[in-house]
């Protein structure tokens, strides 16, 4: 069993950048591929970037060039950096690990989950 927890989240005028980590506990997660998703009020889950063991990398088209996922396996943790913040950039985000070293997409080929962290970008 892995738990996550995210924590970096906050509030930041548009424009501005924020860090997000990740941390796991409970086992190891360095052969698990790893993933950030996002959820604002009222719509659904969306991928933000993916990362497998190896560090290849996947982002959505919405934040190429402005976010970057990468992990650090001595510390157990995954880091998902995001510049140039833009107001539809605000919601809760979420740090998810699978099973597989695949990376993924899709929020059903996670299996564990953090409890979310709010991130608010000002106009």
């Known amino acids: 069993q892995v738990q996550l927890v995210e924590s970096g989240g906050g509030l930041v005028q548009a424009g501005g950048s924020l860090r997000l980590s990740c941390a796991a506990s409970?086992?190891?997660?360095?052969?698990?591929?790893v993933g950030w998703f996002r959820q604002a009020p009222g719509q659904e889950r969306e991928f933000v970037a993916a990362?497998?063991?190896?560090?290849?990398?996947d982002h959505a088209d919405s934040v190429k060039g402005r976010f970057t996922i990468s992990r650090d396996n001595t510390k157990n943790t995954v880091y998902l950096q995001m510049n140039s913040l833009k107001p539809e950039d605000t919601a809760v985000y979420y740090c998810?690990?699978?099973?597989?070293?695949?990376?993924?997409?899709?929020?059903?080929?996670?299996?564990?989950w953090g409890q979310g962290t709010q991130v608010t970008v000002s106009s």
């Open positions: 998810a690990a699978r099973r597989s070293s695949i990376r993924a997409t899709m929020s059903v080929d996670y299996s564990y």
């Open positions: 409970g086992r190891t997660f360095v052969r698990n591929a």
């Open positions: 990362i497998t063991w190896s560090e290849v990398t």
